[in-house]
């Protein structure tokens, strides 16, 4: 079992920077891969960025690519989310997620993640 806590959302303006945390409690954290997801009011939930469990590959939604870095310390059982010249479509509830195992793919699928953080808000102001 894990259990995943976000942080470091909030009330931002466009163009600033934000960087969320997810803190992970449970064993084998390093065997995780690790996601990112956003939903915006009366949207779907939607991938963000993920990495895997082997070999530290990334994936992006097009929309965040080149702003938008996802990283893990393993030691810290932390995956963190940089986000970078915020705009205000980045306004969502962002949610940490993870899956066993799985190698070197990165899942984008809500359905392949097993653990979900509670989501933490990320308002960017016009």
């Known amino acids: 079992q894990v259990q995943l806590v976000e942080s470091g959302g909030g009330l931002v303006q466009a163009g600033d920077s934000v960087r969320l945390s997810c803190a992970a409690s449970?064993?084998?954290?390093?065997?995780?891969?690790l996601g990112w997801f956003r939903q915006a009011p009366g949207k779907e939930r939607e991938f963000v960025g993920g990495i895997s469990w082997i070999g530290g590959n990334s994936n992006y939604r097009d929309s965040v690519k080149g702003r938008f870095t996802i990283s893990r310390d393993n030691s810290k059982n932390t995956v963190y989310l940089q986000m970078n010249s915020l705009k205000p479509e980045d306004t969502a509830v962002y949610y940490c997620a993870a899956r066993a195992a799985g190698g070197s793919y990165v899942p984008v699928g809500t359905y392949e993640y097993d653990y979900w953080g509670q989501g933490i808000q990320v308002t960017v102001s016009s």
């Open positions: 449970g064993r084998s954290f390093s065997s995780y891969a």
